[in-house]
C-alpha cells in the first residue's frame, strides 16, 4: 500500500522510479506540477502533461455545457417575462373593456359570458344515491384499461342520470 506517510520515509534519488512517480503523483494529489515535491523530475513532469491532456478533452465539454445550461436559463427567463407581459396586457384588457365611465359606456353594452346552467344535485352520504353513485364508480373503472379518466367517468354519469 502506498500512501504519504510511507513515502514520506524514504530516501529519494533522481530521476524517480517510475512506479514510486506514480505513486507520489497519485498520494500528494497537487493541482499543479510547480506544487509537487518533485516537480522537475521528468516523470512527474509527463504525468501531469497527460492529466493535463485528458483535462483538456474535459473542459470544452464543460464549457459547453455551462454555456448551454447559462442559454437555457436566459431563454427561459426572457420567455417567463413575454408571458407575464402577455398576461398583464390580457388582464389590462379584459379591465378596459369591463370598467365603463358613465359618459361612454353602459352596462347594458358589456359582454357578459353565456350562463351555464346548474346541474348540481342534492348530495346524500347515507342511503341507496351514494351507494349508487359508488358501485357506477366502481364498475366503470372495471371497464377501463390504464389510468382513471374522471372526466369521461362523470360525463357517463351525467348520462345516466347517476350522479
Same mark, same amino acid.
Given at each position: ?18 512506479? !514510486? ?35 483538456a478533452v474535459e473542459l470544452p465539454f464543460e464549457s459547453n455545457f455551462i ?12 420567455? +417567463? ?37 346548474m346541474k348540481g344535485r342534492a348530495i346524500t352520504r347515507n342511503g341507496t ?6 358501485? +357506477?364508480?366502481?364498475? +366503470? ?12 367517468? !362523470?360525463q357517463l354519469g351525467y348520462n345516466k342520470n347517476v350522479f
Amino acid at each position: 500500500m502506498v500512501s504519504k506517510d510511507t513515502t514520506s520515509n524514504l530516501v529519494i534519488d533522481t530521476p524517480l522510479n517510475p512506479i !514510486l512517480a506514480l505513486s507520489l503523483f497519485l498520494t500528494e494529489q497537487q493541482p499543479t506540477v510547480y506544487d509537487h515535491s518533485h516537480h522537475q523530475d521528468p516523470t512527474i513532469v509527463a504525468l501531469y502533461k497527460i492529466s493535463l491532456s485528458a483535462m483538456a478533452v474535459e473542459l470544452p465539454f464543460e464549457s459547453n455545457f455551462i454555456t448551454t445550461m447559462k442559454t437555457a436559463c436566459t431563454t427561459n427567463e426572457k420567455l +417567463f417575462r413575454k408571458l407575464e407581459d402577455y398576461r398583464i396586457e390580457c388582464n389590462t384588457m379584459l379591465k378596459r373593456r369591463y370598467s365603463y365611465d358613465d359618459d361612454d359606456t353602459t352596462s347594458e353594452d358589456l359582454e357578459y359570458p353565456d350562463k351555464l346552467p346548474m346541474k348540481g344535485r342534492a348530495i346524500t352520504r347515507n342511503g341507496t344515491r351514494s351507494e349508487e353513485d359508488y358501485n +357506477f364508480i366502481v364498475d +366503470f373503472k372495471k371497464e377501463i384499461k390504464g389510468r382513471m379518466n374522471w372526466a369521461v367517468c !362523470l360525463q357517463l354519469g351525467y348520462n345516466k342520470n347517476v350522479f
